[in-house]
């Protein structure tokens, strides 16, 4: 079983930035795809950002020119930095280990979500 554990989120205002992380037990080089996921009350999770085992990424296009992710193999950790925050980007950020960079599959890994919530 593979545990993955998110911290970094945190109250900003409208414009801050904060960077989330993801730690996990395992090589992040042996689970194909990592990435971020997000959920706000009343609305469905979607992909925020992910980076597969080759490098490749994939955005939300909310977020592209803001939100950068990366990974640092010898930590097992990725990271999510966020620049220039919006009311919007509110949510509860959920870690992922899976399959694909586009969209999530039933036996994917999930941490236990970290709350991002941006004043205006």
């Known amino acids: 079983q593979v545990q993955l554990l998110e911290s970094g989120g945190g109250l900003v205002q409208t414009g801050g930035s904060l960077r989330l992380s993801c730690s996990a037990s395992k090589n992040i080089l042996t689970i194909y795809a990592m990435g971020w996921y997000r959920q706000a009350p009343g609305k469905e999770r979607e992909l925020v950002a992910a980076?597969?085992?080759?490098?490749?990424?994939n955005y939300a296009d909310s977020v592209k020119g803001r939100f950068t992710i990366s990974r640092d193999s010898t930590r097992n950790t990725v990271y999510l930095q966020m620049n220039n925050l919006k009311p919007e980007d509110t949510a509860l950020y959920y870690c992922?280990?899976?399959?694909?960079?586009?969209?999530?599959?039933?036996?994917?890994?999930w941490g236990q979500g970290t709350q991002v919530t941006v004043s205006a």
């Open positions: 992922n280990g899976g399959l694909s960079i586009t969209r999530p599959s039933p036996h994917d890994y």
């Open positions: 980076i597969n085992s080759g490098g490749s990424t």
